[in-house]
C-alpha cells in the first residue's frame, strides 16, 4: 500500500498496468485464431490514459487502434515511435477529412468514413493525391448513431469508392451486445451480413468488447476491445463474471480516515442535517468528497471498506469529505487506510448503488483526480499527477 502524500490529497487512485497487461492477454483467449484484434483507446483510452494504456497493448502485439480524434492520434503515433514499432494502424473514428487531410494522410491515418460527404472529401483528396487512400466505411445497422445508412447505399456505390479509395475494412457497431440473449444482435449482424455481400472481399469489423462471448460469425474479420481491457464493465444479462475468463479490475480508490467521533441518537450528520443518527454511535469522516469525484449521489447510498469490514456513507457527500457509520467496526484511528473502489466494491456496484454507468463513473474520477493518480507495474510506480 502507498503512503497518500498529504501535501497533494487525502486520497489517491492507482492503475495496475500488469492487470491491463493481463486482461488483454485473457481477451486474445476468447478470440478466433484467424480474428485480428483492435483496440479502442478512445477518449484518453476510456479515461485510464492513453499515455499509460497504449504502450501496454502495443507491447503485447497490439497493431490495429481506435481513436477518436487527429490529437489522439498524434499520441499514439508518437508512443509507437517511441518503442520502436513501425507497423501499428491507426484508424480515426472523427477525422474531421476536410480540415486535417494533409495530416492524416501525411502520416498514413486510417478514417472511418461516417457520412456520404465524409467518402466524397476522401475521394477528392485520393484523386488530388493520385494514390487510393485508406479508409474505413461504417455502416448504421440499427444502432442509429453513426454511419451510411443501408437506404444509402446505391448512392454510395454511385461514387464508386472503390475505385478511388483502399477500403481496409466496412464497420458497424453492436448496440446491444452486453445483451447476449437480445434480438438485436441477430437484426445487426444480418444486416451486416448484407452489406458485406455488397462488398466481396472487404473484411469486416462489426463486434465491440463483448462480442468475445459470441460464436466466431459475429466476430467476422476484426473484434475492437475497449472496455473490458479495464477489466470491469456492465453486466451482461446472462450473468457473465468477468473474473471467470481471467480478467481484473485494473484501478482503485483509496482514502484515510480524518476523524472519529462519537454521535447519540438524534444528532444530524452533513449539510442540510438530512441524516439523523438513529441510535448511539460512531461515525468517521473519510478524506474524499466531489472535489475527487466521489459522486454526491453516493449520500446515504454507497459505502466504504474499512479494516476489511464495509462502513455505509451517512449525509452528504461534501467537497473534499464524506462521513459514514463506524458503529460495528471496531479499532477504527485517525490515519487509517480506507478502500473507496477496490478489496469488494467494485466500480460496477457503485455504479449500480447510485444508478450511474461505469465509464460515467470512471471518466468523473479521472478528470478530478488528475494529480492524485499512480500507475504502476508490478507493484513499481511508473507516475503520479505528471503525464495523465
Known sequence: MLDIDLAVSNSFLKVDLTKVRNNYRQILKHISKDVKVASVLKSNAYGFGIKHIAPVIMQEGCRNIFVTYLSEANLIRDIALELCIN?????????????????????GY???????????????????????????????????RFGIKPYEITKLLSLNPLKFLD????????????????????????????????FPGIPVTFGNSYSIFFDRPMQFDMVRVGRLIYGETDSLLNNQIYSDIGLEPVFSIY??????????????????????????????????????????????????????????????????????????????????????????????????????GSLELVNHFFSTMKNKIYFHEDGKIESIKTGY
Not at 480515426?92 to 501525411?106: D, R
Open 110 to 144: 486510417i478514417p472511418v468514413l461516417r457520412t456520404l460527404n465524409e467518402v466524397k472529401s476522401w475521394i477528392d483528396c485520393s484523386v488530388k493525391s493520385e494514390k487510393k487512400l485508406p479508409c474505413v466505411l461504417k455502416f448504421d445497422t440499427g444502432m442509429n
Open 255 to 356: 482514502s484515510r480516515v480524518l476523524q472519529v467521533k462519537n454521535v447519540v441518537k438524534g444528532e444530524a450528520v452533513g449539510y442540510g442535517a438530512s441524516y439523523i443518527v438513529p441510535k448511539d454511535g460512531k461515525i468517521a469522516v473519510i478524506g474524499i468528497g466531489y472535489s475527487e469525484g466521489y459522486h454526491t449521489l453516493c449520500k446515504d447510498r454507497s459505502w466504504f471498506i474499512i479494516n476489511g469490514r464495509k462502513a455505509k456513507v451517512i449525509g452528504g457527500v461534501s467537497m473534499e469529505y464524506t462521513m459514514c457509520d463506524i458503529s460495528e467496526i471496531n479499532n477504527v484511528h485517525e490515519g487509517d487506510i480506507v478502500t473507496v473502489i477496490g478489496d469488494g466494491i467494485s466500480l460496477n456496484q457503485m455504479a449500480a448503488t447510485i444508478n450511474v
Open 87 to 107: 507497423d501499428v494502424n491507426i484508424f480515426i473514428l472523427s477525422p474531421a477529412v476536410n480540415q486535417n487531410f494533409e495530416t492524416i494522410i501525411e502520416r
Open 167 to 198: 477500403v481496409k475494412y466496412i464497420m458497424s457497431h453492436m448496440s446491444s451486445a452486453n445483451y447476449l440473449n437480445s434480438d438485436f444482435n441477430e437484426f445487426q449482424y444480418n444486416n451486416m451480413k448484407q452489406i458485406s455481400d455488397t
